[in-house]
């Protein structure tokens, strides 16, 4: 997904049809029609496929439709009253999804009582809409590509390892890199007891024992995982920039501090690819996530 940067003082610029303005996004939020399946799931009440399901097997009623016209096609409006069994659906809650250029030096929280600026604070400064929760965290010192969305169904999704949606970091690294060091970081490194999942490695710059620069892409998110594994290896972290989640990508255009809305519709097709991908993974015996171990 490209970018479209926003801030108080420049206008937001439209790269793609995968980016709206905040406007934009929430006027979609609000359009008048939507399939059934969608408008069950924007309640809260269960996924989009299982909604389908549900549809299919006769379950959800649509007042003002016959049952020949509840498919997992039809549209309906926001308002509609709809029921799944007994249980009536609940009003639509609006979905937006934005991503943020997360600078160093910021904390991923509310309120800080040292008064060290927070990345909810960049998000206010940036008109977004409160109630947003962040998908996963970054810390202190590590920069980069954030998601907040208002859906907490929608975040759970994006944060779960079992989900598969990669991860990919540029890491500044000092100390000796050698094959064995690459070999572990891709096949899998023990940190406390715990055998981290391999990575994909690419060594972007090396000049020799000083300073290397890898590009990791990982499938798990966590707590400082990657300075852990680094620090395992004898790897000094000097600094850490997520680059992108999942198909959100920074590009040059989103600087560090500028925001951007991420299209829902399109985020969530993505992640549906991503959940299949990782069901037929485990399906074939693969394994792309950590285990503790002895």
Not at 44 to 70: H, N
Not at 89 to 103: E, F, S
Not at 128 to 138: D, F, Y
């Amino acid at each position: 997904l490209s970018l479209s940067r926003s801030r108080s003082r420049s206008p937001n610029l439209s790269l793609s049809r995968y980016v709206r303005s905040f406007a934009a996004a929430a006027a979609a939020a609000g359009e008048n029609r939507v399939r059934i399946s969608k408008r069950i799931a924007d309640s809260g009440y269960c996924s989009r496929r299982e909604a389908e399901r549900l549809i299919i097997a006769g379950k959800v009623k649509v007042q003002g439709l016959g049952p020949e016209d509840v498919t997992p096609a039809a549209k309906v409006p926001h308002d509609a009253v709809i029921h799944v069994g007994s249980a009536r659906i609940g009003a639509a809650k609006p979905k937006l999804v934005v991503a943020y250029n997360k600078r160093r030096g910021e904390l991923v929280a509310n309120f800080d009582e040292r008064s060290r600026r927070t990345v909810f604070e960049a998000l206010d400064e940036a008109g977004v809409v409160g109630g947003m929760k962040a998908v996963g965290r970054l810390d202190f010192n590590t920069e980069g590509l954030m998601l907040f969305t208002t859906c907490g169904r929608l975040a759970r999704r994006l944060e779960l390892p079992a989900t598969g949606v990669p991860r990919t970091y540029r890491v500044r690294v000092h100390g000796r890199i050698t094959r064995e060091k690459l070999r572990a970081l891709r096949t899998g490194t023990v940190v406390d007891g715990f055998k981290h999942a391999g990575m994909d490695v690419v060594v972007e710059r090396n000049n020799g024992a000083k300073i290397t620069w890898l590009r990791l892409t990982c499938r798990e998110g966590k707590n400082r995982m990657i300075r852990k594994i680094c620090e395992t290896l004898h790897l000094d972290v000097t600094r850490l920039v997520r680059t992108s989640y999942g198909p959100v990508q920074i590009v040059k255009e989103l600087r560090p501090g500028d925001v951007m809305a991420v299209d829902v519709g399109v985020l969530e097709g993505e992640l549906e690819k991503y959940e299949a991908a990782a069901a037929a993974a485990r399906s074939e015996g693969g394994r792309y996530l950590g285990k503790k171990v002895k």
